[in-house]
């Protein structure tokens, strides 16, 4: 079974910057890769996603902080995230995205943001 492989969360301070990795292993026919994130008892909110042609989106939370980017040969895709805030602390997930096939999701990486 196919499965994604969740690092770079932890913690830093307001104003500071992570980046995230996810690689993808055991699974063909990527369409694209994204992040989302979660706090708990809120619903998932979806913060990038990037094509195999690099085609990138990005939620308006997101967008001038954050940037998403892909290694198509490593099926790997990454979060460079940055001027964290405290209202960016969440559980993120990676996704895969297969259409139309079935997507998968990782496991999720914790990232806080405290002073």
């Known amino acids: 079974q196919g499965q994604l492989m969740e690092s770079g969360g932890g913690l830093v301070q307001p104003g500071g910057s992570l980046r995230l990795s996810c690689a993808a292993s055991?699974?063909?026919?990527?369409?694209?890769m994204g992040w989302y994130r979660q706090v708990l008892g809120k619903q998932r909110e979806h913060i990038a996603t990037?094509?195999?042609?690099?085609?990138?989106t990005y939620s308006d939370s997101v967008k001038g902080r954050f940037t998403i980017s892909g290694d198509n040969a490593k099926n790997t895709v990454y979060l460079q995230m940055n001027r964290l805030e405290p209202e960016d602390t969440a559980v993120y997930y990676c996704?895969?995205?297969?259409?139309?096939?079935?997507?998968?999701w990782g496991q999720g990486t914790q990232v806080t943001v405290s002073s």
């Open positions: 996704k895969v995205v297969r259409y139309p096939l079935k997507d998968y």
């Open positions: 055991g699974i063909p026919s990527i369409s694209a």
């Open positions: 990037i094509t195999g042609g690099k085609e990138t």
